[in-house]
């Protein structure tokens, strides 16, 4: 993947994809997008329940088995701030290219709508 929109993808449909911890908790998140960075592959998930959601809004997850889609995601939280602030670039970037500005039929909290 060489260019930015080669390295992400943006889901259009609302699938929603339920993770289980080790105390069998389960927490449900609607995919916004999948993103590469250096041969490393990160999705972004925000709350299906608003009840859930916080001021952060989007999750960024490292998915540990990317190479065995057939399987289970195993995932992780990125802890790191400056490797979540360039996935979330890479993804805003594109988003915002992508936008074609219609905000009527648009889901997004972004500023154009606040206008």
Do not use: R
Request: proline share 3%; glycine share 4%.
């Amino acid at each position: 993947m060489n260019n930015k929109e080669e390295q992400v993808e943006i889901f259009d449909s609302e699938e929603i994809i339920t993770f289980s911890d080790d105390e069998g908790n389960s927490y449900s998140y609607v995919q916004v997008a999948c993103v590469e960075h250096d041969g490393d592959f990160f999705v972004l998930l925000e709350p299906a329940d608003e009840s859930q959601a916080t001021e952060d809004g989007l999750y960024i997850f490292k998915i540990l088995n990317y190479e065995n889609m057939d399987e289970d995601w195993e995932v992780e939280p990125v802890m790191d701030e400056t490797l979540a602030n360039t996935v979330y670039d890479k993804f805003i970037e594109v988003y915002e290219a992508q936008c074609g500005g219609d905000c009527s039929s648009c889901s997004a909290n972004c500023p154009s709508k606040d206008e």
